[in-house]
């Protein structure tokens, strides 16, 4: 044990799963939100008409860079960054190469929606991000244009190609599949993923906030059903190691493309969850579903907090963390929190 009660390991200092919840679980994933704003407006996502956050009220690159020391400093092993947008944020690069350098972190990784990669993706490689999810829900430039509102599929197409030239570890795409939208692209986009030996997510539409176009009971589609119809024309075998997670992993024989579904919604997920987020606000939120949340912005600017400070705020937030999330269950009050203000 060191002063502040923090148990250490012997070998090298650093401490061993400090961050234990009330449940047992160990938490050693953040993510971490750089900003609130996008260049698009998906559908799930955002509303059309949309404020973001007031430039004070956003944690600086240097308040993102501690927040994310302490927690390395604390066990966390792999941070993914996202938004919002990771890449419209002005600077990120500065930032995103002085993560690549934090000691103990093992994997950094992004989620964007590719429409800069075709500039960004040498870079971050180089500043050390080791995977990448990039969002693509449509290969149809018109129905494209109409779920992300503002969005052009060939800057994502370029940004894929770019990303595949710079062997990062994997790459992923993450697609949210909604009934009227894109339900009839589960084989495109499938085929699409397996031609470059890219993996792909299919992920459910989760209710955070109210999504302006549609009611989101009406548009969800199950990942059960998505299963049946890769399955129907592939077979799907499912991997055996699974991440801890939202995740499920299968693969088609003789293929590399892993094929995920992230399934909050009809699988519960929360016995083996082992991530917080920090909003860009500098609220760490302990569950996605739910509003347990410790305000880091105010250990640091408030209470003229530092590192040490920090560390013990995230520690002490450890006992919030709820056992589980309550998507669609009656009677309880759903978050009114948008994807983007979340932290993807
Ligand atoms: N802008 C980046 C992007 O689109 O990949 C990163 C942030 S975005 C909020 C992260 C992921 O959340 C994307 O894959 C997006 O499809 C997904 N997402 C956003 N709103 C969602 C919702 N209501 N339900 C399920 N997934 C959602
Ligand atoms: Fe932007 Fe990503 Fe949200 Fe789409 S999902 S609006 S790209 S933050």
Redesign the pocket.
């Given at each position: 044990m060191n002063d502040s009660g923090i148990a250490l390991t012997d070998q090298n200092v650093r401490p061993a799963k400090v961050l234990i919840d009330s449940f047992g679980r160990h938490v050693d994933y953040i993510r971490l939100s750089v900003t609130d704003r996008?260049d698009?407006r998906?559908v799930?996502?955002m509303t059309e008409e949309m404020t973001f956050l007031p430039r004070a009220q956003v944690l600086t690159l240097e308040e993102l860079h501690l927040i994310a020391q302490a927690f390395t400093e604390l066990g966390v092993r792999k941070i993914r960054l996202?938004?919002?947008?990771?890449m419209v944020r002005n600077n990120v690069m500065s930032l995103i190469e002085c993560l690549g350098q934090l000691p103990g972190l093992k994997e950094l990784l992004l989620?964007?929606?590719g429409a800069q990669l075709d500039k960004y993706a040498g870079p971050l490689r180089q500043a050390g991000v080791n995977r990448i999810?990039?969002?693509l829900?449509s290969l149809d430039a018109e129905r494209f244009r109409r779920i992300s509102r503002t969005g052009r599929l060939e800057h994502v197409l370029a940004g894929v190609e770019a990303a595949r030239r710079q062997n990062f570890d994997r790459i992923r795409i993450?697609a949210?599949l909604m009934k009227g939208y894109n339900d009839d692209e589960v084989l495109p986009l499938t085929e699409y993923a397996l031609a470059r030996d890219l993996d792909i997510a299919f992920?459910?539409?989760?209710?955070?906030g109210n999504?302006s176009d549609h009611d989101r009971e009406n548009t969800v589609c199950s990942n059960e059903w998505v299963r049946s119809v890769i399955t129907e024309k592939y077979g799907l075998a499912p991997i055996g190691d699974r991440t801890a997670g939202p995740s499920r992993y299968y693969q088609i024989p003789g293929r590399r493309s892993r094929i995920g579904f992230i399934s909050p919604v009809s699988h519960n997920f929360c016995g083996d969850c082992n991530r917080v987020r920090v909003t860009v606000e500098g609220r760490l939120l302990l569950c996605l579903g739910n509003e347990h949340s410790v305000d880091l912005r105010a250990v640091l600017r408030e209470q003229n907090g530092g590192i040490e400070e920090l560390k013990q705020a995230i520690i002490g937030a450890m006992s919030l963390k709820p056992e589980r999330h309550f998507f669609y269950e009656k009677d309880h009050v759903q978050p009114v929190r948008l994807?983007?203000m979340t932290g993807?």
């Open positions: 996008c698009f998906c799930y996502c996202t938004g919002g947008e990771p989620t964007t929606n999810n990039i969002s829900d993450n949210v992920i459910e539409e989760m209710p955070l999504a994807m983007n993807g």
